[in-house]
T-cell receptor, first 115, second 112 residues
Framework: ETAVFQTPNYHVTQVGNEVSFNCKQT?????MYWYKQDSKKLLKIMFS???????VNETVPRRFSPQSSDKAHLNLRIKSVEPEDSAVYLC??????????????FGHGTKLSVL | GEQVEQRPPHLSVREGDSAFITCTYT??????FFWYKQEPGASLQLLMK?????EINEGQGFTVLLNKKDKRLSLNLTAAHPGDSAAYFC???????????FGLGTRVSVFP
């Protein structure tokens, strides 16, 4: 049963456009994440965020930015998409604020195709 | 940073046989380890998390072995059945700031 909701499921766009993906969790968790799953199925952390701290993976291009209105929402904006941004973007959440053994709960993912 | 290598990328097994997947990691300071299962079209679901050294953990229909000395994490699907057909991902966590580092995944197909 999914408790991390992502929209849209799919998005097709052209190079240079701006896109935004939404993520909402109903678990009351304090921390949310964005992962990128590329065509080789490699999962890479992009951001982790709670109401106190945003942690950015230093390899993430600056055109990506997380946006949060409250701890239940963490959206992902891509300012000007590039072809290599085509991937599945997975949102996740965890209960606490920095305990390394926490379980992650994942959304179903948003598949982005950049033409 | 942490590197995780997962083998094999694909695995086809007969129903009732075992399926064995291995991940090796590089950072000796990693101490939290996870196995996730992703069925076609579905989200990642946690199978098991382990954080002890050289430990065998048994779940429903599978066994997880962690050998910190060799920096190796293994998943053994015992007596595989069609419901085990999925992608399996190992994940390693060094610290909170780094999130999880995932392996590339193993596609398991169980045939009659």
């Amino acid at each position: 049963e999914t408790a991390v909701f992502q929209t849209p499921n799919y998005h097709v766009t052209q190079v240079g456009n701006e896109v935004s993906f939404n993520c909402k969790q109903t678990l009351g968790h304090d921390t949310m994440y964005w992962y990128k799953q590329d065509s080789k199925k490699l999962l890479k952390i992009m951001f982790s965020y709670n109401n106190k701290q945003l942690i950015v993976n230093e390899t993430v291009p600056r055109r990506f930015s997380p946006q949060s209105s409250d701890k239940a929402h963490l959206n992902l904006r891509i300012k000007s998409v590039e072809p290599e941004d085509s991937a599945v973007y997975l949102c996740a959440s965890s209960l606490g604020q920095g305990i390394s053994n926490e379980r992650l709960f994942f959304g179903h993912g948003t598949k982005l195709s950049v033409l | 940073g942490e590197q995780v290598e997962q083998r094999p990328p694909h695995l086809s097994v007969r129903e009732g046989d075992s399926a064995f997947i291995t991940c090796t990691y590089t950072d000796p300071n990693s101490y939290y380890f996870f196995w996730y299962k992703q069925e076609p079209g579905a989200s990642l679901q946690l199978l098991m998390k382990v954080f002890s050294s050289t430990e065998i953990n048994e779940g429903q229909g599978f066994t997880v072995l962690l050998n910190k000395k060799d920096k190796r994490l293994s998943l053994n699907l015992t007596a595989a059945h069609p419901g085990d057909s999925a992608a399996y991902f190992c994940a390693v966590r060094y610290n909170y700031a780094q999130g999880l580092t995932f392996g590339l995944g193993t596609r398991v197909s169980v045939f009659p």
